[in-house]
């Protein structure tokens, strides 16, 4: 039997790792610019915490979650998400008492049961944004504003932010009351998943797939004509400090997203190649999450970006990320004496900082450079008798091809002075 990694899960490459590396080091860079701290949550939690923060009536919950019970007894659930998470901690940790807003980021692979297709997976990495504590729009426009940020640094192109808002305890439920109205006349045209989801979650029929679903959502009431004074403004207020700074967005009203708690503004972030149905970002205000954990009332909003999205997106765009640091030596010898030369002098580059590996297993000396020319080093280091017999080693620049003599006392001074900039191993 052959085993394969689990379905919806995939290894990463050593070939891939600059994409990570690079994409990771970017958000982590950009994020703290703008004030947001790093945050650890487990992976996973108390199931509870999820089914309450998450919702029970979202995909996530009743269909998606890793849910296990521990060998205490325990429901366990793999985190499908961090806000929850986060949430959790922020009260526990009492950090209300920090200046607000509270901003905080977390990156970490997250686990969703879902039908795996290109862009989505079971395991996926995301880049988790919170700023909690202020009710004010201008924070809204800052955590958008921070994704916009990241995917301009990585070059993405034709960004366009989609913007909806669900409004809020006040107006939300009169709104739902509105859809499920509109919704009696077409009860046999939709799918038997919206007709659930009237009763359960009747917001999600907006972001229904199914083609006979279509024309019906078409039709229905926006929830921006049945927002409350107050998110009525709170949203004109968001709106116009795009415009302020000419970011470009599209009202869309079917924009609900999938998860319970959000209030007010929703936003995803699209880029092009990424397709209508795969957002690289999607967020939103959550101004009731933190009681429904047990907290105090306290606002926030935030958003999660897909990590392998944005690696394909960048893949897509052909964007290239830099290079990670590699050896740039290779130490070639002939014989067990000029082997242990070897060693001797592969530690001591390696303490004076400069990457150098050596060839393994006494194969000839054409192999060993044959090896070193495949694995794009820079110089190839010759050790043998005659080399040996005269205190000196033979270097080989593998670009040009040229062959030179150095002293050994000499040559870590001397490669030091001619490696520069780390090259890639390719
Ligand atoms: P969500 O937590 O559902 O709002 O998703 C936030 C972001 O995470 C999305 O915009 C995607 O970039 C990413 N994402 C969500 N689900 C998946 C998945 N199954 N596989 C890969 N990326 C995902």
Redesign the pocket.
Known sequence: MQYKAPTGTQDILPEDQPYWRYVIARMRHIVGTYGFQEMGVPIFEDTFLFARGVGEATD?VEKEMYTFEDRGGHSITLRP?FTAGVMRAYIEHGMRVRPSPVKLYSIGP?F?Y?RPQA????Q?W?LNVESIGEQDPATDLEVMSVAWHIYADLGFRELSFQLNSTGCPQCKPGYKQVLVAYYQDHLHVICDDCNRRLGTNPLRVLDCKQPQCQPVIAGAPHMTDHLCVECAGHFAALQSYLDDLDRPYTLNHRLV???DYYTKTVF?VWAEGIGAQ??????GRYDGLIELLGGPPTPGVG????I???ILTLKQQGIEPPPLPAPRVFLAYRGEAAKRAAIRLLGLLREAGVGAVMGFGDRSLKAQLRQAGRQGMAYALVLGEDELAAGQVTVRDMTRGQQERVARDGIVAWLQNRLTAPRHTP
């Open positions: 996530i998400e997250t969703r879902e862009g989505r997976y079971r996926f995301q997203r999938g998860l995803e795969n957002a690289v970002c999607g967020g958003f999660a970006s897909g392998e999205r944005i």
